[in-house]
């Protein structure tokens, strides 16, 4: 008998826990989809805008996956063009969002990471498009690619809701034009 209204008053009681569970990783689901959405919409505005006299250096020629988390960690993969160089260059970056610390602005919007824990692979493929030079290196750094567009403090502000609201307690340093 004891056993029958201890289990009950359990489940009773955890009712409430599971269902608080249940909306907090609803809640940081939804902020992450969030996250993502932003960083696409800006990386779409930043396609739209682009002008070589003003891309420092590069040009995003193709977004071959935007940004997206896959086994929480966001990842980005784009085909670029640099103003020196004949050749086009595919960039890969991921990082686990567990190992993001910081985000801002200074000339591109980035995540910043205390750890060398940013994947990039960088494809260098030459003129002929058949040689292909391949390196992977780590580093503290996540760029969003996301450069031209000025006076886009709002996409700052709406990055921080986001990621304090999936529970992420990051630095914002700063956020120049």
């Known amino acids: 008998m004891l056993s029958f209204v201890f289990k009950k008053q359990f489940r009773m009681k955890s009712i409430p826990c599971l269902l608080l569970l249940s909306f907090l990783t609803i809640n940081s ?10 960083l696409n919409e800006a990386l779409q505005e930043e396609l739209t805008i682009q002008d070589s006299t003003h891309s420092y250096g590069y040009l995003i020629k193709e977004v071959i996956q935007p940004h997206h988390i896959i086994n929480d960690s966001l990842k980005v993969k784009l085909r670029l063009k640099y103003n020196d160089k004949p050749k086009e260059t595919v960039i890969t970056q991921q990082v686990a969002l567990k190992d993001i610390t910081s985000f801002g ?6 995540f910043g990471s205390d750890k060398e824990t940013v994947l990039n692979t960088r494809e260098d493929y030459a003129k002929n498009g058949k040689d292909i030079i391949i390196a992977t290196y780590n580093g503290t750094i996540y760029f969003a690619f996301v450069y031209t567009s000025q006076n886009n403090q709002a996409l700052g502000q709406k990055l921080k809701r986001a990621t304090e609201k999936a529970g992420y307690k990051l630095r914002f340093p700063y956020w120049a034009n």
């Open 29 to 38: 689901f939804a902020q992450k989809r969030e996250i993502v959405k932003l």
């Open 105 to 110: 602005k200074d000339i591109n919007v980035f």
